[in-house]
């Protein structure tokens, strides 16, 4: 994993409108642009055809469509009515139904009480259709909003919701307790953002040993666990603690990004388990494009090799 210091530098580049202005020219253009290497497209359509290309390669999928931090109620509401729109293009084309969102795309740091209004509509759109919501978990200052948010309306009788959890954050452990005893259904990733060192571990070896004890409760107390990662160490440790405790393929999952580790990909769900990949689309592809650079600078010599053929 890669250290603060260049998740900061990619964090400070999601920032700037010259490289967000040069990224959107290029980045989407043709088939072979560089940003659909993560990014399924940029319209519903493109989100489809991979979501069926992925069905046909027996794998399972969560659809994202992109937007995060927006700074009014006017834009929460806009993306609230994507959401529904989605909800409904989904069924009509017959692909899995499985959304992930974002609170902050839906008013989270505008106003809690709407943010938690704009997704029981959500819900309410996805009742009659058996769909399930994950709840992506964004930096560390939204974290207790986000699990107060899915709490209040899992309290309201929704039980197609699920959260996620970052193994780098301290409090984890005893959010994953909490969540374990409600039965509520948990991704464990690593955690995408910069996070300061009292809220957060900093060293890769320290983040790993805590996904690795966090992703043991989870399938040992957790309900039908989602295991995100694309750690060949981390994976390899899941599949022998779940078969040396008993815990059958069908009770958890693993979950990958679109576009990363495609070989891991295929050859866990050759073996019989069952993967999940998380297909992101929309227009507003920049800041999590960068957190996918950020993860693995070596992906920036792959993007500048991009912008170059493209230019
Ligand atoms: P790690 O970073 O240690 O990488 C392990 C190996 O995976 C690398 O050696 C490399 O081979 C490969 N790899 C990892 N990232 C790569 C990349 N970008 N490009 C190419 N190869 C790469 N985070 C968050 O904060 N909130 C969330 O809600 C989510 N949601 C989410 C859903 C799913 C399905 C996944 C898989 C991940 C997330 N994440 C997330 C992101 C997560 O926190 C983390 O940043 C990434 O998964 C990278 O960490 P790894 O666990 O893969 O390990």
Avoid at 196 to 210: L, M
Avoid at 263 to 283: H, M, S, T, W
Wanted: with cysteine; hydrophobic share 40%.
């Amino acid at each position: 994993m890669i250290s603060a210091l260049t998740k900061a530098f990619f964090h400070g580049l999601a920032r700037s409108r010259t490289i967000e202005k040069l990224a959107s020219r290029y980045g989407m253009r043709r088939k072979t642009s560089f940003g659909r290497r993560f990014i399924a497209g940029e319209t519903m359509e493109e989100a489809i055809e991979a979501a069926r290309a992925i069905q046909a390669r027996g794998m399972l999928l969560t659809l994202d469509q992109l937007g995060e931090s927006v700074t009014t109620l006017a834009e929460a509401d806009a993306a609230t009515r994507v959401y529904i729109d989605m909800i409904g293009r989904i069924v009509e084309a017959g692909i899995e139904r499985n959304i992930s969102l974002k609170l902050t795309q839906l008013g989270l740091n505008v106003d809690r009480a709407t943010c938690t209004d704009n997704l029981r509509r959500i819900l309410e759109a996805c009742r009659p259709h058996d769909f399930f919501v994950r709840i992506d978990m964004e930096d560390s200052p939204t974290v207790q909003d986000t699990l107060d948010v899915h709490r209040t309306l899992w309290e309201h009788g929704h039980r197609n919701i699920g959260v996620v959890l970052q193994s780098m954050l301290r409090r984890s452990e005893e959010d994953l307790r909490r969540l374990n005893e409600a039965a509520v259904r948990v991704r464990l990733v690593k955690g995408a953002y910069k996070e300061p060192k009292t809220v957060a571990y900093q060293r890769k070896a320290d983040v790993d040993t805590a996904f690795q004890r966090l992703m043991e409760a989870m399938l040992l107390e957790g309900t039908y666990p989602a295991i995100g990662t694309h750690d060949p160490v981390l994976l390899g440790r899941a599949k022998t603690f779940a078969a040396e405790h008993g815990i059958s393929r069908e009770r958890f999952e693993f979950q990958m990004l679109y576009g990363v580790r495609r070989d891991l990909q295929a050859a866990l769900a050759d073996e019989g388990y069952r993967v999940r990949l998380y297909v992101p689309f929309g227009r507003q592809w920049f800041p999590y494009f960068m957190r996918r650079l950020g993860e693995r600078p070596a992906n920036v010599m792959f993007i500048l090799r991009g912008i170059l053929r493209e230019r």
